[in-house]
């Protein structure tokens, strides 16, 4: 338990975290990174450069402070950054290097104004703070591994078909290179992958969201290849040019909090932008598979005829259901005259006919279509807490995000 003083200390430096954590976590991983490059094996480099982790570390430990003395309040947050975290293999004896440098930044950044006095709460609060984290990450990893076929850290599959879903998006089958079964998981949840590419320094990892329902004696990904000049593309470009059946890749145990709910009967949206469909298959198959009776809407918007994938897929799952409807449009189609659903952007003339109050929504895609759906479904009535969404990237607020200039 934290004492008073110590809590009402992080508090007061709450302002100065809001405008200054930025700054402060930039600072943070460059000391750390230069001090401990090894753990260039674990982090995202891209999320580095274009410094989405930093601003997600920025509101998290702006979080904290402003919350020390009611930390339950930012729990989803911690269980949402630890499934990450396990899925990367972060471990305990990584908190204290996080912690070090962490305090050593904001002394660089905010110089005399952190006083000694300041430096030691927060040396007391960051303890706390990662202890929770250790806490749940372990119960995850213990979770991970004790299931059946269950194992810890990163194991090898083997690519055991590679299938060509549009232009930009190509499925990946993978199986136990052991020959052992694949643990089951949550519709929506994500693999993470990691490849040593030849030229690279360090190993890289990506979290690609599981494409199929549970169930079957393999995971399937499906990654879109971003264009080979973004840098977002390293590792996707590597998979698709590179990785073949056959070929082993090594990944690690289903995560991720963005996961359907079984329990409820209200109608419900499955709504996507670009590859950001890909958890919505999983969990479109789930509900045919166990013959939900629910009103299920399938809507998902892509560039044009090309980059629409799993098109016929979602046609024949929709049609086991007993109330499935299927939706899709394109900003840019190439038939005029085809059978999409609506051209452009998705829209709230679209959406509202689809879409009542009491609809459960799950979104995926950019953060760019994120917020325009979000936006439409809050102007439809939508409750908030039936507005469920996920983008690719570090944990943020999608209303954080919404400060940041990002490109679709």
């Known amino acids: 338990m934290l004492s008073q003083k110590t809590i009402d200390i992080v508090k007061s430096t709450a302002p100065i975290l809001e405008t200054e954590g930025t700054k402060i976590t930039t600072c943070f991983y460059k000391m750390m990174f230069e001090a401990h490059p090894e753990l260039l094996n674990i982090f995202n480099h891209v999320n580095q450069k274009q410094g989405r982790q930093q601003t997600a570390l920025a509101n998290t430990v702006y979080a904290a402070a402003k919350y020390i003395d009611q930390l339950e309040v930012i729990v989803p947050v911690v269980t949402q950054i630890s499934h990450k975290h396990r899925g990367l293999g972060i471990k305990p004896e990584h908190y204290p290097i996080v912690g070090e440098f962490l305090l050593k930044a904001i002394k660089e950044?905010?110089?005399?104004?952190?006083?000694?006095?300041i430096i030691n709460a927060w040396a007391e609060a960051y303890g706390v703070i990662a202890q929770a984290f250790i806490d749940v990450e372990k119960g995850m990893y213990d979770a991970a591994a004790n299931q059946e076929n269950g194992w810890v850290d990163f194991k090898d599959f083997t690519v055991v078909k590679k299938e060509q879903e549009s232009n930009v998006i190509t499925s990946f089958y993978l199986q136990p290179k052991d020959g052992s079964g694949v643990t089951t998981y949550e519709p929506g949840q994500y693999l993470t992958i990691r490849v040593k590419i030849p030229g690279e320094e360090y190993t890289l990892n990506r979290q690609y969201s599981l494409?199929?329902?549970?169930?079957?004696?393999y995971y399937r990904i499906s990654v879109k290849k971003e264009k080979d000049f973004d840098p977002n593309g390293k590792v996707s470009n590597y998979l698709h040019d590179h990785v073949n059946e056959g070929d082993t890749v090594e990944v690690s145990a289903p995560s991720g909090i963005f996961t359907l709910n079984m329990?409820?009967?209200a109608p419900i949206a499955l709504i996507s932008g670009g590859v950001g469909l890909t958890p919505m298959m999983s969990m479109l198959e789930t509900l045919a598979d166990t013959g939900s009776k629910r009103e299920i809407y399938f809507i998902h918007a892509a560039r044009n005829e090309e980059f629409h994938a799993f098109k016929d897929d979602v046609e024949e799952i929709t049609a086991r259901l007993e109330n499935g409807h299927a939706y899709y449009g394109y900003e840019k189609p190439l038939n005029a005259n085809g059978d999409h659903h609506f051209e452009g952007y998705l829209s709230k003339s679209f959406l509202e006919n689809i879409i009542n109050e009491e609809t459960i929504t799950y979104i995926c895609g950019p953060v760019p279509f994120l917020k325009n759906a979000v936006r439409i479904l809050t102007e439809l009535g939508v409750k908030d807490e039936n507005i469920r969404y996920e983008f690719f990237g570090p944990a943020m607020d999608l209303k954080a995000e919404?400060?940041?200039t990002v490109k679709a």
């Open 211 to 217: 494409s199929c329902a549970p169930g079957h004696d």
């Open 109 to 117: 950044v905010l110089g005399d104004a952190a006083t000694d006095e």
């Open 263 to 265: 329990e409820e009967t």
């Open 402 to 404: 919404e400060k940041e």
